[in-house]
């Protein structure tokens, strides 16, 4: 069975936020103390490494929860 694109990008946060890689639900940087502004910077880096893209700066902005680095994934036609 496939990885769904949420489980993906939740296994890249986990070890950069300390979140579990499995664990249910939403994950939102104003709820998760780990996630400053330099692990910001790393997961955007991650992201596009893992996912081959490249995320503008209002996109990077956007990045604030797990569903929203979905959403412009999907946007970018990642799978």
Not at 12 to 27: K, R, S, T, W, Y
Not at 51 to 63: D, H, K, N, P
């Amino acid at each position: 069975m496939a990885e769904t694109l949420e489980a993906r990008v939740r296994a890249l946060m986990a070890p950069l936020l300390g979140i579990d890689p499995a664990g249910p639900g939403e994950v939102l940087r104003d709820d998760t103390a780990q996630w400053d502004s330099l692990r910001h910077i790393e997961l955007i880096f991650l992201i596009e490494e893992e996912f081959g893209v490249t995320l503008t700066e209002a996109q990077m902005a956007e990045l604030d929860s797990l569903s929203a680095a979905v959403r412009l994934l999907e946007a970018h036609g990642a799978a």
